[in-house]
């Protein structure tokens, strides 16, 4: 038996204000949002969001439509 499954990318809304604070999103990464689903204006994909020193807080928010697929 073969069972397919399809993964989303997690695409987590940024706030406005520091969605400018952030480095351009790669080309890469844009092709992955395309494919994101929820993802808006200001999604990023949470693995590419760097910390930084002068980053000193990020306000993001986890679309409300997101699936938690592990249940919890």
Do not use: Y
């Amino acid at each position: 038996m073969t069972v397919s499954v399809t993964v989303r990318p997690l695409a987590p809304r940024v706030d406005a204000t520091d969605f400018e604070k952030l480095p351009a999103a790669t080309e890469e990464e844009e092709d992955l949002l395309d494919l994101a689903s929820h993802a808006s204006r200001t999604s990023r994909l949470a693995c590419q969001i760097i910390l930084t020193e002068d980053l000193k807080s990020l306000d993001v928010r986890i679309p409300a439509e997101a699936t938690n697929w592990m249940g919890r």
